[in-house]
């Protein structure tokens, strides 16, 4: 098994925590009830709920790995590396774990959540996910072995960002079972050319310019929960 640096070893026990310099979460949470939410099984493709799952393959696994949790694609590598070796030790024994996993052990996975903020349904955001299934050659065992957590816009008013205060996801892997989200705020700059008045419904004014003016919506929390039965 590889040692790992100190930076592979603090990714593997830390939760990512993106802090936008502009982005002040001061005003009420306005999110959904979480606790409605069905929890989705990634193994099945397509649209489940409204949560849209796509099979990708280990390169885009990293790849996402790497922007949404703002690490090197080589880092990555060494973290879904270590979780493949963990995942062997267990179940086949240590000698198993200085062998690669076969490709047809393991399974990747991409979900897709867009969540519209409740203070104006013109703004939406989309929660993604990216996952390593090990799945069992002889059983119907299986288990997520490695995850990512991040977010983006979808849609807004002018011009419109997504600012992510923060990020959390299940540390304890494997696991069957994991929740991930993100908390944000949207950011709307509009320019006083348009001969916007009266503001934007859900929003509150930030900042004011004599060319423009920035509004802040309040915070929104996008959760899933996602299994593998």
């Not at 002040?24 to 397509?46: C, F, K, Q, R, Y």
């Not at 923060?166 to 989200?181: C, R």
């Amino acid at each position: 098994m590889r040692k790992f640096n100190l930076i592979v070893l603090t990714a593997l026990s830390t939760m990512l925590l993106l802090v936008s310099p502009t982005s002040v979460l001061a005003a009420e949470d306005t999110t959904p009830n979480l606790s409605n939410m069905p929890v989705i099984n990634i193994m099945h493709e397509g649209t489940v709920d409204g949560v849209v799952i796509e099979e990708i393959n280990r390169e885009q696994h990293i790849s996402n790995m790497a922007q949404l949790e703002g690490i090197t694609y080589a880092d990555v590598e060494e973290i879904v590396d270590f979780q493949e070796s963990l995942t062997l030790e267990n179940t086949f024994g240590k000698m198993s774990a200085i062998s690669p996993m076969a490709s047809s052990e393991v399974i990747f996975r991409q979900a897709s959540w867009n969540q519209t903020y409740p203070g104006n349904s013109s703004y939406s955001a989309t929660l993604l996910g990216s996952f390593e299934v090990y799945v069992s050659s002889t059983s119907s065992f299986r288990e997520i072995i490695s995850i990512s957590v991040g977010s983006t816009r979808r849609s807004g008013l002018y011009s419109t960002s997504w600012l992510q205060a923060n990020s959390w996801k299940t540390t304890q892997l494997p696991a069957t079972q994991v929740t991930l989200g993100v908390t944000g705020t949207f950011s709307t700059t509009v320019s006083n050319s348009t001969g916007l008045s009266g503001g934007i419904p859900g929003l509150s004014l930030s900042n004011s310019t004599s060319t423009s003016k920035i509004y802040i919506s309040s915070p929104m929390t996008i959760q899933r929960t996602y299994s593998v039965y």
